[in-house]
């Protein structure tokens, strides 16, 4: 009786699976990253009245200050950030809008929706 095997290929399809698999994961991540971030910059968009959402604008740098990045590799998240100093302070003062913008969102849903077009054929 003669054996053959096909390891390289099925090894070949695992390995185009799992890349597929991660560029899914990622575009997942993005999505909600995104997500977030334009509800922080919605939060930040306000008319000049004095506490709570949307916060006012006066020079527009704590909105300009909202930023995100998405990490791959093994630990892959998404981090939505505001690096403006007194970012903490308006925190403080006039409620967490970075956190309001992270309940605003469906985070699954909107995951779902970026890591399923690139997951087809995986």
């Known amino acids: 009786m003669k054996l053959t095997s096909n390891a390289k290929q099925i090894a070949a399809r695992f390995l185009s699976r799992a890349k597929g698999t991660q560029r899914a994961v990622l575009a997942g991540l993005t999505a909600v990253a995104v997500a977030i971030n334009k509800e922080q910059v919605e939060n930040l968009s306000g008319s000049g009245e004095k506490g709570g959402f949307p916060v006012a604008v006066r020079s527009g740098h704590l909105r300009r200050s909202a930023d995100m990045e998405v990490v791959g590799g093994a630990n892959p998240h998404a981090d ?17 809008f970075l956190e309001d913008a992270r309940k605003k969102v469906n985070m699954k849903k909107v995951f779902a929706s970026g890591f399923s077009p690139k997951f087809k054929g995986a």
């Open 80 to 96: 939505v950030i505001n690096t403006a100093v007194y970012a903490a302070k308006i925190h403080n003062s006039n409620g967490p």
